[in-house]
């Protein structure tokens, strides 16, 4: 079985800051993806940042990157020059490949408000 | 392109009806899947399809059924439904994760709000 945990249900920062979401996760599987979706109120999911577990160099989109630990199993989500319209709940999950059997596994979630 | 979408947006049950839940995607894609989310506990897979006319189990299949006789749609059914299934559903869709070619992303439907009284 997989697990992706989020410690931090809730989180704030004040905009044009800087805020992390951790996320922890763990798996068997030497082969895998990570996943930071942003649910906003409209309530419609949406794809952050992703991360390839076989590549070492961490992801970067624009004013988000990721610090990807493969040896701890950690993954959090930077979030540079806050913006108010980064306000939302935000998602980490995993993927397996497992031919057939690829799955995604969600964590809680992290409520993340912005401060003006 | 409308990407993913679902239908209802809104719906309440009493208990012991039933209902389907109808996703569709027009993106080719062979994967699909539906999510339930409930308050604290992020999104959980209740059945998954990986292409026409397969079927599988996810983390919380019990009390709902599947259908994929088409590629682009993909039938979640209630068929006694229970206050217990009061949720938020979710449909998503991709392409197959082993082709490294494509990007990994599950695209996701708006979602159903579902009230089982």
């Known amino acids: 079985a997989q697990t992706v945990t989020q410690s931090q249900p809730e989180m704030s920062v004040q905009e044009a800051e800087t805020v992390t979401l951790s996320c922890t996760y763990d798996?068997?599987?030497?082969?895998?993806?990570l996943f930071w979706y942003k649910q906003p109120p409209s309530r419609q999911m949406i794809l952050v940042i992703r991360?390839?577990?076989?590549?070492?160099q961490n992801a970067t989109e624009n004013r988000f990157s990721v610090n990807f630990q493969k040896a701890a199993k950690s993954f959090s989500l930077k979030i540079s020059d806050s913006q108010l319209g980064d306000a939302a709940m935000y998602f980490c999950?995993?993927?397996?490949?497992?031919?057939?059997?690829?799955?995604?596994?969600f964590g809680t979630g992290t409520r993340l408000t912005i401060i003006p | 392109n409308a990407g993913v979408t679902q239908t209802p947006k809104f719906r309440v049950l009493k208990t012991g009806q039933s209902m389907t839940l109808l996703c569709a995607q027009d993106?080719?894609?062979?994967?699909m899947y539906w999510y339930r989310q409930d308050p604290g506990m992020g999104l959980r897979l209740i059945h998954y399809?990986?292409?026409?006319?397969?079927?599988a189990k996810g983390e919380v299949p019990d009390g709902y059924n599947v259908s994929r006789l088409k590629k682009q749609n993909f039938l979640l059914g209630l068929e006694s439904a229970a206050p217990s299934q009061t949720s938020v559903y979710f449909c998503?869709?991709?392409?197959?994760?082993?082709?490294?070619?494509?990007?990994?992303?599950?695209?996701f439907g708006p979602g159903t709000r579902l009230t089982v009284l």
């Open positions: 998503a869709s991709s392409y197959s994760p082993r082709l490294l070619t494509r990007n990994n992303e599950q695209f």
């Open positions: 399809s990986v292409g026409e006319g397969t079927t």
């Open positions: 991360q390839e577990a076989y590549k070492q």
């Open positions: 999950a995993l993927l397996r490949l497992n031919f057939g059997n690829e799955k995604l596994t």
């Open positions: 798996t068997s599987e030497s082969d895998y993806y």
């Open positions: 993106m080719n894609h062979e994967y």
